[in-house]
């Protein structure tokens, strides 16, 4: 019963800013590290950035300087800021979260990912 649901996906402008969303619901004891990844068709999935519960960032080389990941524990919600976007930044962009649930099983979960367009 627990999920992640993403929202703020669309269509953006090069050069252009978009804030991506994630809350974690459900029978949920803590969350744990929370990251984004993106993928195009036929390439693999690939991490974009991630943030422990204490706040230490890891972003992907790609990105760096551009884009922002921030959570909020209290809501069990991940951010991610995205500027100066580029067009190759265009793809789908999934939350991921490890999440120990009220049983104590600590799992990996996934969205369902959003669709980011960034294109004039």
């Known amino acids: 019963q627990v999920q992640l649901v993403e929202s703020g996906g669309g269509l953006v402008q090069p050069g252009g800013s978009l804030r991506v969303s994630c809350a974690a619901s459900g029978n949920i004891f803590s969350v744990n590290a929370m990251g984004w990844y993106r993928q195009v068709p036929g390439k693999q999935r690939e991490l974009v950035a991630a943030v422990t519960r204490s706040g230490i960032r890891n972003y992907a080389d790609f990105v760096k300087g551009r884009f922002t990941i921030s959570r909020d524990n209290a809501k069990n919600t991940v951010y991610l800021q995205s500027n100066s976007l580029k067009p190759e930044d265009t793809a789908v962009y999934y939350c991921?979260?490890?999440?120990?649930?009220?049983?104590?099983?600590?799992?990996?979960?996934w969205g369902k990912g959003t669709l980011v367009t960034v294109s004039s």
């Open positions: 991921n979260a490890q999440i120990t649930d009220d049983r104590y099983s600590t799992m990996e979960y």
